[in-house]
């Protein structure tokens, strides 16, 4: 059926789409024909509506016959309501504006054809998509995670010589626009030559602040992603980069995992719960472990404490001279499976592990309590979802034992409460990086 006052209806259409960067409005015209598109590109298969729409268009020359081979197309629907239509157009549809017509084309690209699954960010349960190096299929994979109008794209550029494209998204319902702002300041005042990918923003952040927690997220998942649009962050996609940017980041997102929400509600809360309890176990104990064997042995019960002093029978040197020792091994097993290839690296690490832990305990240069004190600590380390927050609980650990080294029990109790205090001060883009609940800015 015809539809009155076609004008008005892609009047309306395209103000209450916003306009993002992605929407592309065609003017076709041939002497007999005039039609408009409008389609999302980064959701819509444009090879799909030039074969089916665009080629038929100048090919057929009489406006009635084309008129028939649409309405006669499996593809293309007849216009129902503007919601219905706006709802569709956020899915990948396209809308074409013929005569007194208006037709409704599905051209849905499916994104995840052209993914790779998540290597950091891996769950057991859930979505296995992650992002590509292409700037429009990442876009398209949060378009279909999260088809809202108020979905808003943005674009600048960053890189002196690079000229590397950033795209910056936000839903306009929930974003705090001083967040907004900030962050649109700081990517405005990144002075660099080459910009090649979002995680150099950690050491930009870290110039500007001397930051010791990342204040910004990195993810490879878009329903993470799409999660956090919906509570009000700011994400930055970067041309050529595999991961998205998440802005304002607090400790909460650090210590969450996608796995929470494809969990049961008690079974998230016990993670959780685990999550944070490896978190204060991996900077206190070694402190702790020095502080309690070389100055309050008393804290133990008798048998435990003859049980470390036994096993430390022996050994040539103080107990903090041993942990760091310890550590100091751990940290190059961590990072050298990191940089070795992926074949070997696993097995090298363990094999190397265990062979340089039961030597170094036969050669009376470590204790065994020692090797079952680091072990706990670098498993408790690995259980922080997030790579760069745990990067920092490596260093963080460190500050702890030196202050239990030289002050005791003491040293383990003013440490904690000055990390606590630090953390308490620091802030990402105006939040508060140890903000429980996040709140959205209400909407009239």
Known sequence: MPTNNVQSIKESLIHKLQQPEDLVFKENHTKEKYMEVLYIKSISDEDVLLENVLKPFFEITSSKEFLDFLQSHPKASEYECEQKTIDMVMRGVAILFYQDFVFLFDCKMDRNNAVMDTTVETTIQGPQAGFSESLPVNLGLIRQRYPNVSLKV???????????KVMILHDTKFVDPDTLKRVKKFLDAIDIDMFQTGEQLFDIIKKSNRALFPLMLVTERPDRVAINLASGKVILLVHGSSYAVILPTVMKDLMSSMEDIYQTYWIAKFLQILRYTAFNISIILPGLYVAVSSYNPELFRVHLAMSIAGSRTGIPYPSFVEVLLMLFMMELLTEASIRLPKAIGPTATTVGGLILGQSAAEAGLVSNIMI?????????????????????????????????TIFGLVGVVIGFFMLLAYMVKLDS????????????????
């Open 429 to 444: 883009f105006g939040e508060p990086f140890l903000t429980i609940i996040q709140s959205k800015p209400s909407k009239e």
């Open 372 to 404: 079952v004190i680091v072990s706990f600590v670098a498993i408790s380390n690995f259980v922080v979802p997030i790579n760069a927050f745990s990067f920092t609980i490596r260093v963080l650990k460190y500050f702890i034992l030196l202050l239990a």
């Open 154 to 164: 943005e674009s600048t550029t960053v890189g002196n010589l690079s000229k590397t």
